[in-house]
């Protein structure tokens, strides 16, 4: 008979496979039938919630490998993919196996669930529950889905090619020879699970009136996906399917427009913008977050990230580029003769985020001054090997309450935040103006593309008559400006390198740091140059599923 076997470990999720039992196999110890698991909603809910627990759980800094940090681990993975050793068997980016074992689990689950009583309280809760986890499912295949995608997806013999698609469970007598699908079909595939999953969704989970509801669309199950992820994962993928890279700026801007407008407009607007979004890792209900992971007390982010002089490995280092985009606070660019910018005192009057997410020399941490010259103790620029590369520490998820000081060490809260609207405001406005221009809504969704941006800069600081802001008047002026916002806003989210790469923009723009002289004086350098290849523009499909069944390799890579 076939089985379903189950390896058990925490929150009931594990390892699936389907297989044939003869009559003299002896039983597996720990392990289910497939009838035993269908019988145990709590069982049965384990293949779906396996995929929720290969979600990532914490900010990886991989904008080590752009020009916007480094790190000060020379054994970092990202780092050496940055310098030259990037290839189809070393991928710290790539993430195949995981995405196909997690869509074989989902899939699994999907062709099971209709098999499964969920609840014994009433047939409303049962259809309720099914429902529910049903939606989940589809936001999550569209999910994992759109990574392969994003990873993998690229150019083959001139066509833009996307990834094997996966809609069923696996067995040992299926075809596993599954043909890469095209870039196109890909990002149609991925619309279709979201626009299931939405259908299915509620917008966010809330409690009501209705018991029957709470049990099953309640805030109890705030940290699944719900409908306004989903809806904020189509306008991703609609802004990435739309980008240069896979449409040489032909793409399909006023889909991911109104994909992230709608969302927008449901809620509240322009208006609704978070006042403290910007900062919304200081709180976990802040109304900037979409969906996040449950909070958890440590200190990992701080062990790895405060400096030197604060117990800290002082890993991740923003550059002297990254410094540089921020503009004054009056709005104006540094290069910009308005901006009023004083090389001699180059952090006063800043755009306020550059003090909310770095630590440059003379930043105040936990109360005390961190010097990053070259003659300063421990956190000085290159003075140990946790000391900062480039003159800067990073300061963004960092929470200060949380103290390395092996005589007293303390934790703090922490909590990883998948999808923001912040986010979804910047998709609106670069996929908005490069539809319509700046100040266009021949949607009528009531906010331009300038709207948006405006709401965000001021919250950020920047004064309120913004005159750079006005002065873009272009579709190419206003394209570099949301770019930036973008860079800044997002910092250290997890965007960088790939909108470097869908953006088609230069991939080997050497990292810079600055260098204080004992008096004062400072110079500019390279800290680290970048060895990209024009065709790392895309990853590369793993080298062993090339090998396995010809399955076509992105160009340029072997």
């Not at 098999?115 to 529910?132: F, G, I, K, T, Y």
């Not at 018991?211 to 306004?228: K, L």
């Not at 579709?475 to 930036?484: A, D, I, S």
Request: charged share 25%; hydrophobic share 40%.
């Amino acid at each position: 008979m076939k089985r379903l076997i189950i390896h058990t470990i925490i929150g009931l999720t594990g390892a699936v496979v389907l297989g044939c039992n003869s009559f003299l196999e002896p039983e597996r110890d720990n392990q289910l039938t497939e009838e035993q698991v269908l019988a145990n909603p709590a069982f049965a809910e384990g293949l779906l919630l396996n995929a929720y627990q290969a979600l990532p759980v914490d900010y990886n800094f991989e904008e080590v490998a752009t020009d916007d940090a480094v790190t000060n681990n020379k054994g970092d993975n990202f780092l050496r993919m940055a310098t030259g050793e990037w290839t189809s068997t070393f991928n710290p980016i790539g993430i195949w196996d995981k995405a196909y074992e997690q869509l074989h689990y989902i899939n699994l689950f999907m062709e099971r669930i209709d098999e499964v009583e969920w609840s014994w309280e009433s047939e409303e809760q049962d259809r309720l529950h099914a429902q529910r986890l049903k939606g989940e499912a589809y936001g999550l295949r569209a999910w994992y889905t759109f990574e392969l995608l994003k990873r993998h997806g690229g150019v083959v013999n001139g066509e833009v090619m996307g990834v094997p698609i996966l809609t069923k469970s696996l067995t040992v007598a299926d075809d596993w020879k599954l043909p890469r699908s095209s870039y196109q079909e890909s990002v149609v595939q991925i619309m279709a699970d979201c626009d299931s999953a939405l259908a299915l969704l509620t917008d966010k989970y809330e409690n009501s009136g209705n018991s029957d509801y709470n049990a099953t669309f309640g805030e109890r199950f705030e940290n699944r996906m719900n409908g306004w992820a989903v809806q904020a994962l189509k306008a991703r993928v609609a802004l990435h399917a739309a980008s240069p890279a896979f449409n040489e700026g032909e793409g399909d801007w006023e889909m991911a427009a109104l994909a992230a407008g709608k969302l927008i407009e449901a809620n509240g607007g322009v208006s609704a913008l978070s006042a403290t979004g910007d900062i919304f890792y200081k709180d976990q209900d802040d109304s900037d977050i979409i969906w996040r992971h449950k909070f958890v007390n440590n200190i990992g982010r701080e062990s790895n990230n405060y400096p030197p002089s604060l117990f800290g490995k002082g890993r991740t280092n923003p550059t002297q580029n990254l410094v540089d985009a921020f503009p004054m606070q009056n709005g104006f660019p540094i290069t910009d003769a308005a901006s009023g910018y004083d090389p001699s005192d180059p952090y006063a009057n800043r755009d306020p985020r550059l003090a909310e997410y770095i630590i440059y020399n003379g930043s105040k941490l936990k109360g005390n001054t961190i010097l990053t010259g070259i003659s300063s103790a421990k956190d000085g620029i290159d003075v140990t090997l946790e000391s900062t590369r480039t003159g800067y520490y990073l300061k963004k998820f960092i929470n200060e309450a949380v103290n390395l000081d092996p005589k007293n060490t303390s934790n703090g809260v922490h909590f990883y935040t998948l999808i923001r609207f912040t986010e979804v405001y910047l998709i609106y406005a670069e996929a908005a103006n490069e539809a319509w221009g700046p100040d266009a809504d021949p949607l009528g969704i009531g906010f331009t593309a300038r709207d948006v941006v405006s709401a965000i800069r001021k919250r950020a600081g920047i004064d309120m008559t913004d005159a750079y802001l006005v002065a873009a008047v272009s579709k190419t002026q206003f394209r570099e400006l949301v770019q930036n916002e973008r860079r800044l806003e997002l910092s250290f989210e997890g965007f960088r390198f790939w909108d470097l790469r869908r953006w088609d923009k230069p991939l080997n723009e050497e990292a810079k740091g600055i260098f204080i002289a004992e008096d004062g004086s400072a110079e500019v350098k390279v800290v680290e140059a970048r060895n990209f290849n024009n065709y790392m523009q895309y990853g590369p499909v793993p080298y062993g599923e090339t090998q396995k069944y010809n399955l076509p390799q992105n160009t340029g890579w072997q």
